[in-house]
């Protein structure tokens, strides 16, 4: 178990390491067994301008399988990105996680309102 966390940290810290040498906004990610959430962060401010999650209302009394309600969650969070008229770039930061399942529907949920990473 001690290993497995290591490994998980040394993975996030590897993919958060690229992504600070550039000058971006941050959208990341993070999944537990039963949520996901994801954050939109300015690291140059230190600020954490939006965010979204399967813990809200409208989510949580959802019965559709995790994959769409990450993709909803995207859907919502690209949703905020617009309202807010956020023009520059932004990385993904998927931490630890594999490019695949649930991470990849909230891509693909906020890719669908337009907002390119």
């Known amino acids: 178990m001690k290993d497995n966390n290591i490994r998980k940290s040394r993975r996030a810290k590897r993919i958060r390491s690229k992504l600070r040498t550039k000058q971006n906004l941050r959208l990341s990610l993070f999944r537990s067994n039963n949520h996901i959430y994801a954050q939109l962060i300015d690291d140059e401010k230190g600020k954490t301008l939006l965010s979204a999650s399967s813990i809200e209302k409208s989510f949580r009394q959802s019965k559709e399988s995790p994959?769409?309600?990450?993709?909803?969650?995207?859907?919502?969070?690209?949703?905020?990105?617009?309202?807010?008229?956020?023009?520059?770039k932004i990385c993904l930061d998927r931490g630890c996680y594999l490019y695949h399942g649930r991470i990849r529907e909230l891509a693909m949920g906020v890719r669908s309102k337009g907002i390119k990473f």
């Open 67 to 88: 994959k769409k309600i990450a993709f909803q969650v995207g859907e919502k969070i690209g949703d905020h990105i617009k309202e807010k008229k956020i023009n520059t």
